[in-house]
């Protein structure tokens, strides 16, 4: 009789759970508003209907630091002489950003790191075709202008198109040598792309990514860097290394709260060079320099530097200039890229 009784039972909850996914709305509960819907299939774990509210960067106003409104930061004059080349972001750090880094960042749900690293991916792309276009400019100057050395200016009027799927049929791997101190694919770290003038349509990428790292304290505190996991995010889907090139030598507070002048002076001596990580810097920029052509044999090693917001950039800016320096020291020619996750 008791056994008959849960054998109901079963038939009853099995009833219920079929009645129930009968009449409740298809998909997925969306990992951002909690709605039950069909769920993105490019953003992961969230609805179409927020995947519609990212506020993408679409339209720069600041070729160099990519702000998509006025930027009086990069019109000062001793900002000429930031230790990075440019800056694109993925999104602007509106409010619905700042919900969803922070509740990645400070609460540690780990749900949101394939959808935030989904978003700096396509920043990403849109940078690579933005710099592309660059130069494919440069390239034919180099040509056609072969008895100048003078380049021709970047195309202010130019704007990243609207990001979209990354599509890994163009990617190839990035020069490099393999090293314990590059993560990442294998044989990314050991093939080496195509000459720019042999190529019909030359393809910026950088050599290798890295990242701005946290403390020791703000590791124990959080659990991961944030910065280290999209760096590392980005360069598994577009087969690129990553070089664990910096250390932080000082526990910083909180930068939000501080103003511009606060936060430029907390920077200083705030980072440092990796122990014998130079080393791994100049092997590949051997094996870069082994694979091009006598005329651009001075071209620099490309590096990619990763964090998740740009305020002032002056973390970003300080981080640079550690990496410039020790490579003056070590001879080896570097050129600094930054790509953030959101831009305030």
């Known amino acids: 009789m008791f056994n008959r009784l849960n054998d109901i039972t079963d038939f009853v909850h099995q009833l219920t759970h079929r009645i129930h996914n009968l009449f409740s709305p298809p998909g997925a509960t969306c990992l951002t508003c909690g709605t039950r819907a069909v769920l993105s299939s490019t953003y992961p774990g969230i609805c179409t209907r ?11 106003r600041c070729q160099r630091c990519g702000r998509a409104i006025g930027c009086p930061d990069c019109s000062r004059p001793h900002m000429a002489n930031r230790s990075f080349i440019w800056n694109r972001s993925a999104v602007q750090y509106n409010a619905l950003m700042k919900e969803w880094i922070g509740m990645y960042k400070f609460r540690g749900h780990e749900r949101y790191a394939p959808l935030l690293t989904s978003l700096l991916i396509q920043a990403f792309q849109a940078m690579s075709e933005e710099l ?75 050599d290798a990514v890295t990242y701005v790292p946290v403390s020791n304290e703000r590791l124990a505190e959080r659990g991961f860097n944030q910065a280290e996991r999209l760096a590392t995010g980005l360069a598994a889907a577009c087969r690129l290394p990553v070089v664990d090139l910096l250390q932080r030598r000082i526990n ?3 930068q939000s709260f501080k103003t511009r002048g606060e936060r430029i002076e907390t920077m200083k001596e705030a980072f440092s060079i990796s122990p014998g990580v130079m080393d791994t810097l100049r092997d590949l ?24 917001i740009y305020t002032t950039g002056s973390t970003l800016d300080a981080c640079g200039r550690v990496i410039l320096n020790a490579a003056v020291i070590d001879d080896v020619p570097v050129e600094i890229y930054t790509l953030t996750l959101a831009r305030s």
């Open 50 to 60: 927020c995947a519609q509210q990212i506020p993408w960067i679409r339209s720069i």
């Open 252 to 254: 910083t507070t909180k």
């Open 132 to 206: 592309s276009l660059v130069v494919a400019k440069e390239t034919q100057a180099s040509v056609s202008y072969s008895a100048t050395s003078a380049l021709p200016p970047v195309d202010a009027g130019f704007h990243p198109p609207s990001p979209r799927a990354l599509t890994y049929a163009h990617v190839q791997p990035p020069s490099a040598h393999a090293s314990t101190a590059v993560r990442a694919n294998p044989q990314a770290a050991t093939q080496h792309p195509e000459s720019l003038l042999q190529s019909h349509k030359p393809r910026w990428r950088p």
């Open 285 to 308: 920029y051997i094996g870069k320099a082994g694979n091009i052509s006598a005329r651009e044999h001075s071209c620099p090693l490309q590096l990619l530097l990763i964090d998740d």
